[in-house]
């Protein structure tokens, strides 16, 4: 995966570790977790999808993320995104009107040990 992001013009080395780092088929649900590392959306239930890794990455290194700095993410979804922000130092806040997904999202962070702050909304 981060050889194809890299190839698709990805340079930022703190946001190619962080996902590297980030095991994204934790956050996909089966029977779709055998598909996890190809460069596509997968959905997570809801009507809601987690995010093509190129989409993540594009959108995280435009955004110049230095760490200590606050990011407010609206649509937690699968909490994919919020983790990768959050492995790279930022401050993340995020929130989520679907409080199934929510609920998946908060016991991802705790299990895998992020402080992220999340809120229903």
């Known amino acids: 995966m981060i050889a194809v992001l890299k190839d698709r013009g990805i340079t930022d080395a703190r946001l190619l570790r962080a996902m590297g780092k980030v095991e994204r088929h934790l956050f996909v649900p089966e029977p779709f977790t055998n598909r996890s590392y190809e460069d596509s959306a997968l959905p997570i239930g809801k009507g ?16 110049g993320i230095k760490e200590g700095e606050r990011v407010l993410e609206v649509g937690t979804g699968s909490g994919y995104q919020a983790v990768i922000l959050a492995e790279m130092g930022a401050r993340v806040f995020t929130i989520e009107r679907n409080l199934e997904l929510l609920a998946g ?3 991802l962070f705790d299990r895998l040990g992020y402080r992220i702050v999340s809120k229903a909304g």
């Open 48 to 63: 809601q999808t987690i995010s093509q890794p190129y989409t993540v990455a594009f959108m995280t290194q435009a955004l």
């Open 105 to 107: 999202a908060r016991k």
